[in-house]
């Protein structure tokens, strides 16, 4: 079964700006998908069409093998958690704890089941200790980690993560990659935006790139990175180490820190 399923998607605006143009492709059960692209791609448009925010102009996106059309947002919500690129576009209550078991109270849990997922969700993100504090008094990244939170604590099928490494240091980085693998561990698809490519390469298991409503290059990460292109079009650069790698004129192409060091000692 596919989690989800794109088919020849379009989408126009009311101001006329043709968004998505044809979009086609399904993501398995349990895949890590990024997808990369410059803004005005399309890629949030795209996302957003999964939580019922957006319905196409024409074709059809499918959830679990059910399409999208004419469900509602909170019908929805119980399969695909969605954590927004800007977490004040997210985050309402007055405090932490309250905003975190929103979601899980939503979907029908008891308030002490809601307590334990927000909890356990806001242990993960490193947040547990501002349980009692107001959003607005946490910082930028804290913010967004609280939003993560909150999608967490729902136990959605499936997550999507829209720009979640920006504003975030090198510990915050580590902990939101630490999240897509236990995602993924458990079985749960996870689709990621973003501009990091060496959080893509890393962490994910296929890129899709997009550029102006259209997908350009589909497949796993060393082979889309790869494709001179489908980058160029979509104005991507391929991640560092694989652009080091190619500047030192190796074959490999290693998208991790570990792959660049075993293509050393191979030397």
């Known amino acids: 079964m596919s989690a ?22 399904e993501v398995p059960t349990g895949q890590r998908l990024a997808i990369v692209g410059q803004n005005g791609a399309g890629k949030t448009t795209l996302v957003r069409h999964l939580n019922g925010i957006f319905q196409p ?12 059309t004419g469900r509602a947002i909170a019908e929805l919500a119980a399969s695909v ?18 905003d975190v078991e929103f979601g899980p109270r939503n979907l029908g849990c008891s308030a002490d089941e809601a307590r334990s997922r927000a909890m356990a969700s806001l242990a993960t ?7 009692d504090t107001h959003p607005l008094h946490l910082s930028l990244s804290e913010r967004k980690r609280v939003a993560l939170a909150g999608v967490l604590a729902m136990q959605t099928p499936i997550v999507v993560l829209d720009e979640p490494t920006t504003g975030q240091d090198a510990g915050g980085v580590a902990m939101v990659a630490g999240v897509v693998e236990a995602l993924a561990s458990a079985g749960r698809t996870v689709i990621a935006i ?7 390469a890393e962490h994910f298991d296929r890129v899709v790139v ?37 500047h030192l004129g190796w074959p490999d192409r290693p998208l991790t820190v570990e792959g660049f060091v075993d293509a050393f000692e191979r030397r």
């Open 4 to 25: 989800v399923r794109f088919e020849n998607v379009r989408f126009s605006y009311p101001s006329g700006v043709e968004a998505l143009r044809g979009v086609s492709f």
């Open 57 to 68: 102009t024409s074709g059809s996106v499918y959830v679990a093998d059910a399409a999208t």
């Open 194 to 200: 973003t501009h990091d490519m060496d959080f893509a």
């Open 125 to 131: 993100v490193g947040l547990a200790a501002e349980a």
């Open 81 to 98: 958690g969605y954590v927004f690129q800007n977490p004040d576009e997210q985050i309402f209550a007055s405090t932490v704890i309250a």
């Open 210 to 246: 997009m550029a102006k409503g259209e997908v350009l290059a589909d497949g796993p990460p060393v082979v889309v990175f790869g494709d001179a292109e489908a980058l160029a079009r979509a104005a991507v650069e391929p991640p560092q180490l694989f652009r080091l790698a190619a």
